[in-house]
């Protein structure tokens, strides 16, 4: 359990929340949009950021893959891509020195402290778009059809500097992540939030599991109510934990050419501890937001579960069944988790609620109630 204030993210609710609903992205998250949709800035070209953080599945890794094939064949990352919707509000990498804990930054491992930092990885990853250099980034940047808005939004001869040129690139794709396509709070539950809308019994069974400490205390790291600024629920606390999930067997990264893998089949991702170089942070990732979590399987920084069920279960039952040995042993959380002693149906009440975090919710009741226009079998959403 963590409490701490994001003000940094209550204002940025503030811009996104006035743009509300469906306000046009400014010049600048339009560039950032190019770029973020751009194939030609991997090595070789073809693969953009789109391609690992598809809009239609929450912006993580489309199909079900458990780790996205990098641009050159037979490369792969180590982990599972995570949905980036909504990564724009992780506070900087941090620690706080009265809940004594790491939280914050990119990447599952905060190896980056913004969206700014992190943007260079995906582009310079030999195991993704493998670009040699930022350089090499900027130079297909000022060939690109869109090089001309740099100039219009950063001043006259934007790229031709090198070192302003990439932080133009980063700050743009930053502003796309930033902006309301990528942050639109539009799930069946904000409108339940919002009392535009009713969750079904199910639903809000599911939801009382959620919070409930003596049952599911899943909103003890993903907070589920609005921030006392009003920011609506990030379902993260952005801090660090070690939940004893098992090792993927899966994960292509084993084996992968040694010069990226050098472990092989011995492999472990120890997560936060390996950008800290602290044995103590083993194992744990940052705790991930839950929203459009119905869109982003498989689960967890490995991949390793493939269905909601499959993870409520291993909630519920990692410490009564037999689950494979996690992947890292050492600073398990043992209190929060483990032996819920949750029934079938409350497992699957809980499930029904995750599914109300989908953004692109229409509530069906509004279409339903004007009844003095005709009624369109092609317009119901229902139907298509
Ligand atoms: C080959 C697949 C791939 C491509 C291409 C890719 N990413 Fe990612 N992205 C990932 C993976 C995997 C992670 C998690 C990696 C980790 O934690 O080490 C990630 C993490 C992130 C995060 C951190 C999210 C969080 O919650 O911590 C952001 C932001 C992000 N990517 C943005 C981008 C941008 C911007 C681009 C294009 C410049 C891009 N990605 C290209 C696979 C990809
Ligand atoms: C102690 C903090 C904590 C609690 C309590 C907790 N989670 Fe998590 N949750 C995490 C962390 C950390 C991860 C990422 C772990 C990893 O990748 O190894 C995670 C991952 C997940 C994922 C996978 C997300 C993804 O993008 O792959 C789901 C789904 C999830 N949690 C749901 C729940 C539910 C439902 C509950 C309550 C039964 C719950 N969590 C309780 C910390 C927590």
Known sequence: MYTFALASAAFLFLLVGQNAPAAPLTPEQQL????????????????????????????????NRVISPGIVPARFGNRNAPSIAYAAYSPRFGFDKEETVYVGGQFLDGRAASLEAQASGPFTNPLEMANPDMKAVLAKVRQAPYANRFNKIYGRDALDNEHTGIQYIEAALSAYERSVELNPFSSKYDAWLAGKEELTAQEQRGLEIFEAEDKGNCAACHPSRPAKDGTPPLFTDYTYDNLGVPANPDNPFYHQDRRFNPDGAAYVDKGLGT???????????????????????????????????????FYNSRDTKKWPAPEVSTNINKDELGDLKLSGQELDDLVAFLNTLTDGYQPIRTSINKVDTPYDHAANPLLN
């Open 32 to 63: 950032g949009k190019k770029l973020f949709f751009d194939p030609s800035l991997s090595e070789p070209a073809g693969q953009a950021c789109a391609n690992c953080h598809a809009p239609e599945n929450g912006f993580s890794d489309p199909a």
């Open 275 to 313: 950008p800290l170089d602290d044995a103590t942070q083993d194992g744990k990732f940052k705790v991930p937001t839950l929203r459009n979590i119905a869109l982003t399987a498989p689960y967890m920084h490995n991949g390793v579960f493939t269905t909601l069920e499959e993870v409520a279960d």
